[in-house]
């Protein structure tokens, strides 16, 4: 938890403080996430739910990231039961070149995709489960808006696929999800974990001190 914390102090100073030219070049790191299916029913008998989608990416080549996707959410209501999904995937994505396509200024379009494990149990009081269990992929478009530099807001519109082995041997959904990305070049976000570091350890030391 120490160091994914360090990660984040590190992204958001690097945030403030890069140039345009460093969002998806060669070298660079992503970090971000997505939120989708957000629903919070406040009559009775509403539903309740949220999937949360966190990512971390490597640009492997310039407009193009490979990484590691997280995906966890629930969506509960009294008539069809808790439908709870998890999975976790290699992804990759390409970004559209700004002289290909540009929606608008400081936007990009991309297209994402991923596999892996995953998947899909719904849990009804009173009745049998149903669940499917096996290997997902996802695929769709998406596009990026960059606020700052180095900080995009996006909306992607994903298919998600599960085969596998369970009650049901498929499972499919359609998502629009939304969240966003944070573009750090490697190098700095390096340093100035080092440095953040090297001052936690310091806090702890002078801490450790004062209680002897």
Known sequence: MKKIGLLLVA??????GQNAN?????????VGAGLANFNLGLQKGASVGLQLNPRVGYFFRD????????????????SR??????????????????NQIELINHARFFAEANIGPSGTNTIVSGKDNFSTNGLGIGIGPGVAYFLTPNIGLEALAKYNGTVGFGNTATAHSLKIEVGFQIYLSTKKARAIYNEASRDVKRKMKESEESED
């Open 11 to 16: 992204a958001f100073t690097l945030a403030a």
């Open 22 to 30: 460093a969002q998806i070049q060669k070298g660079n790191i992503m």
């Open 63 to 78: 407009n193009i990231a490979v990484g590691a996707l997280v995906n966890f959410g629930f969506d509960y209501a009294k």
């Open 81 to 98: 039961g808790t439908v709870i999904d998890y999975g976790v995937s290699a992804f990759g994505r390409y970004y559209a070149g700004s």
